[in-house]
């Protein structure tokens, strides 16, 4: 039964094979075809440079394939959008409405209290948001936009992403199944997936959060997993021998054990959305990217750099708040242990 | 010790690879090419006759206008096949004054760009001219979903000088109460706006000129503008310029007209036109001039049957065409039709 297995495989993925290079055969062009078959035996030419007719037609089928997708699901993907621009549009005007210094003060807040009233850190990003509008006055509303536009994408990015990550720990099979996406995900060039949003979504902010998502998402994935399939096989046989149910380890020690991992990866997750913005001003998506495009576009080394460093500063305001809360988290659990 | 050896080695080899690749080429020319179709297409046959034809070896460098532009000035690139000259009026002239460039003549003798709407939405509505859009009615039905109450028109990149054309026309109009100048940040996502507008069925109001592969397969109609006049143009380009420089704040009152019906022209560098060894690809590049429709046919061939090749387009262009022999001298188009 073994070694019939170990012939199968090999034998199906071979004739997958004949049969794609038969499709590609037929499908080439009279004028790139040889006129018989059987002169591919006879002239080897062919060998040197990669023949036409050897071309395997996928360009075809995926863009009749995503036609039909627009035709079909129109509507489907048009709600996705009302729904994402009506929070990008709502949270957007209420934050550009607000007088800076008020969005400051806010700022300070959420950083004093996700740091776990950590002053040094506090004192850094209300020095960094000041500097943001203090470096162009037009930079204010358009960082507010780039924060709005990441914020949603990377709440997104949590809601779908750390479930995912959670079954991938806990199932084998489906992480062997996940992976190769998350690296298809990864790998894949952002203008794959940035044209084809605006045909499905329009120009403007919503390509851009699906495109963060694409590209934000998996290391999300990836460090929820980790940080669950981490956590010490003592504590969990611990656990289970105290009677604690499936559902009750998932919730009462693995999650929180993997915490710090988790928020490693909403950290990373929130870097990755920023980079991803300002690939999205070349999709029409307002914001600080706007201006490094302009800056690029003009030849304007200084506008482009200036604006360079205010999204620089927008990742220390991002990174620094995500990593103290990290932190503060990490501490909380330490201290149980220690209990 | 090994790994020391095989590095040597690997630096041996890769300069003796330089030098025969080097060695081959008698000449070098560097073309400049676009972001948009016809200029891919104009790219890829002068380089290929310039190749094969003339046996140099052809380096091309894509880009958006204005680096392209400003590589040409610096003397980085050598010819460049499209150049819209009206557009880029000041930079040019500015440019042929410091002895920087030199214009070798017309390449597509007419072109045109203006603002352009759906032919459903245009007959439904009635509209034909830039007057006919200033309705709330008729913004409502380009929404522009970022900015609730305005219309949206899907202009120029942000660097191109028609963006700032395009702003000053809006506000002479009378357009900028009822539409936002929007810019779509690069050539691709304005092509698939469009695009995606017809797929969905919705109204498009959107900057487009021709020859473009994609005109072909949507169905646009032009709005009408107040006719085209040198003065008016004039004084347009001034306002325009000056917003280029200093910001949008600087905005006069100023009067606008249509875009002219203008000629793409070719340029070359200076100090590559100035090398007496270049004169017969200077030559060929003065003589060399395609009509928009057979810029279209190509443009039409590449989109639907290439399976996206731009040199399979050229060869394509260069056998079904005679245009092309008249360019050359009788030994050039030989060796270009020994290789098609």
């Not at chain 1, 997708?69 to 934050?95: A, D, H, R």
């Not at chain 1, 990015?157 to 995912?164: D, L, R, T």
């Not at chain 1, 998506?285 to 482009?304: F, H, K, P, S, Y």
């Not at chain 2, 963006?163 to 304005?190: C, Q, R, W």
């Amino acid at each position: 039964m073994q070694k019939y297995k170990k012939i199968l495989k090999p034998f199906i993925y071979s004739v997958v094979f004949i049969f794609l290079i038969i499709i590609s055969y037929r499908s080439a062009k009279p004028r790139y075809k040889p006129e018989n078959f059987t002169d591919i035996f006879n002239d080897f030419s062919w060998l040197g440079n990669w023949p036409k007719w050897l071309d395997f037609p996928l360009m075809q089928p995926l863009n009749s394939g995503f036609d039909w997708l627009i035709v079909e699901y129109g509507l489907f993907f048009e709600g996705i959008n009302n729904f994402l621009l009506g929070l990008y549009t709502s949270m957007k005007n209420s934050l550009v409405g607000l007088p800076w210094p008020i969005v400051i003060a806010l700022v300070v807040l959420i950083t004093y209290f996700a740091s776990g009233r950590k002053t040094n850190t506090t004192v850094m990003v209300a020095f960094c948001t000041f500097f943001l509008g203090f470096l162009s006055p037009r930079y204010w509303d358009k960082c507010i936009m780039t924060t709005c536009i990441v914020v949603i994408g990377m709440l997104l990015c949590i809601v779908v992403g750390i479930p995912i990550g959670i079954a991938m720990a806990r199932n084998k099979k489906v992480r062997n199944a996940l992976l190769p996406i998350l690296d298809l995900m990864q790998t894949i060039p952002s203008f794959c997936y940035l044209i084809p949003g605006i045909l499905l979504f329009g120009l403007g902010a919503v390509p851009a959060i699906i495109a963060i998502f694409v590209y934000a998402v998996p290391p999300l994935i990836r460090l929820t997993d980790l940080g669950i399939r981490l956590v010490d096989k003592e504590v969990i046989e611990a656990s289970e021998a105290f009677g604690a149910s499936k559902k009750q380890t998932l919730w009462g020690v693995q999650i929180p054990l993997a915490l710090p991992n988790i928020m490693q990866g909403v950290n990373q997750c929130t870097m990755m959305s920023l980079a991803m913005v300002v690939i999205a001003s070349m999709i029409g998506t307002r914001g600080i990217g706007d201006e490094v495009l302009l800056g690029l576009q003009q030849l304007n080394v200084g506008m482009a750099t200036e604006a360079g460093i205010a999204i620089v500063l927008l990742a220390i305001i991002f990174d620094r708040i995500t990593q103290s809360y990290g932190e503060k988290i990490q501490e909380r659990t330490q201290q149980k242990k220690k209990i | 010790m090994k790994f020391l050896r095989n590095l040597i080695l690997s630096f041996v080899f890769a300069g003796a690879m330089s030098l025969t690749t080097s060695a081959n080429a008698a000449c070098k020319v560097h073309l400049g090419d676009f972001d948009w179709d016809s200029a891919n297409i104009h790219t890829a046959i002068a380089g290929y006759i310039i190749e094969k034809g003339y046996g140099c070896e052809v380096q091309s460098t894509k880009g958006s206008t204005t680096p392209i532009m400003a590589a040409l000035f610096d003397q980085q690139i050598d010819i460049i096949t499209e150049v819209w000259r009206d557009n880029l009026v000041q930079l040019i002239e500015d440019n042929l004054a410091k002895g920087t460039i030199i214009e070798l003549g017309v390449n597509t003798p007419s072109s045109t760009q203006g603002f352009y709407v759906d032919k459903p939405t245009a007959d439904k509505y009635g509209l034909k001219s830039v007057e006919d859009m200033k309705k709330p009615e008729i913004a409502k039905l380009f929404a522009d979903p970022e900015a609730p109450g305005k219309g949206r028109m899907t202009s120029c990149i942000s660097g191109w000088t028609c963006y700032t054309i395009n702003m000053v026309k809006h506000k002479v109009y009378g357009l900028d109460e009822f539409y936002t100048n929007f810019d779509p940040g690069s050539g691709g996502a304005l092509d698939a706006a469009i695009a995606g507008g017809f797929k969905k069925g919705k109204p498009v109001f959107s900057y487009y000129w021709t020859p473009t592969g994609l005109m072909g397969k949507v169905d646009l109609v032009k709005l009408e503008e107040p006719a085209y006049d040198q003065a008016c143009w004039d004084e347009m380009t001034k306002v325009v310029e000056d917003i280029k420089a200093n910001g949008p704040d600087v905005y006069k009152d100023t009067c606008a007209c249509e875009y002219v019906n203008m000629s793409l022209t070719k340029a070359a560098s200076t100090k590559f036109a100035n090398n007496a060894a270049n004169k017969p690809i200077i030559d060929f590049i003065k003589n060399y001039t395609v009509p928009t429709a057979v810029v279209n046919k190509s443009l039409a061939f590449y989109m639907d049957e290439s399976d996206g090749d731009m040199e399979e387009t050229a060869k394509n262009f260069l056998s079904n065409n005679s245009m092309w022999e008249k360019w050359v001298p009788g030994d050039v188009a030989k060796k270009v039709k020994a290789s098609l």
